[in-house]
């Protein structure tokens, strides 16, 4: 059984620094992995989807690695803002029969001061 | 390009009373799941469709079903509802379902059971 988790649980940091949020696998065998983002008791935001062939991908400020053989991907978020407050989620695709589903960690709460 | 949009955001109910909630996907998109949202448990899977036919299950009692129509609108219902079932819950549509696609989340429906 797929088990995500992510590391730290929460973060809070000033504004204006680089920083980076951990998510480990423990089943190599993924098609994608995508990064979410999510506003308190809002839904789901995409931020960036890796596929299994890729090792990294990005968008803006944010850049996301992934190593499949090790189980690991991390989200990097250069000159961080007040506005990146948010619960990061990360989730990984399984293929289970004839059907995809994600199966989620537990996310990490971001905090960025002023 | 509108989004996936749930309705109603927001609900309370009744123990022991039913609930169903609604779905639409981006247009295009054929893949509906669902998810289930709640401070213990994170993000759980509880089903997925395409074309009409569920393909994946999630580990959820025979309490929750959904169902989804020719123009690949979802509904999903929880009958006899417990405390428990308080959550958010989140549906996400994708262009096939297949595991390389990127799954997109709607803004959620928030029950409460009292």
């Known amino acids: 059984k797929q088990e995500v988790t992510q590391i730290p649980a929460a973060l809070s940091v000033p504004e204006g620094e680089n920083l980076v949020l951990n998510c480990s696998f423990t089943?190599?065998?993924?098609?994608?992995l995508q990064w979410f983002r999510q506003d308190p008791g809002k839904g789901l935001t995409s931020l960036l989807l890796?596929?299994?062939?890729?090792r990294e991908q990005t968008s803006g400020r944010l850049n996301a690695s992934l190593d499949k053989s090790s189980g690991r991907s991390t989200l990097y978020i250069a000159a961080s803002q007040p506005g990146d407050s948010a619960t990061y989620l990360c989730?990984?695709?399984?293929?289970?029969?004839?059907?995809?589903?994600?199966?989620f960690g537990t996310g990490t709460r971001l905090q960025v001061t002023l | 390009k509108a989004g996936v949009t749930q309705t109603p955001r927001y609900l309370i109910k009744t123990r022991g009373q039913q609930v169903t909630l609604s779905c639409s996907p981006i247009?295009?998109?054929?893949?509906v799941s669902w998810y289930q949202q709640t401070p213990g448990q994170g993000l759980q899977f509880l089903f997925e469709?395409?074309?009409?036919?569920?393909?994946n299950k999630g580990n959820f009692p025979g309490r929750f079903s959904g169902r989804q129509f020719s123009n690949s609108r979802s509904e999903m219902n929880v009958s006899t509802l417990e405390l428990g079932d308080s959550a958010l819950y989140l549906c996400?549509?994708?262009?096939?379902?297949?595991?390389?696609?990127?799954?997109?989340f709607g803004q959620g429906t928030r029950l409460t059971v009292v």
């Open positions: 996400a549509s994708s262009w096939s379902g297949a595991p390389n696609t990127e799954a997109f």
């Open positions: 247009s295009g998109h054929r893949s």
């Open positions: 469709y395409f074309s009409e036919t569920q393909r």
């Open positions: 890796i596929q299994s062939s890729q």
């Open positions: 089943d190599s065998a993924i098609y994608n």
């Open positions: 989730a990984v695709a399984d293929f289970t029969g004839t059907a995809s589903k994600l199966t």
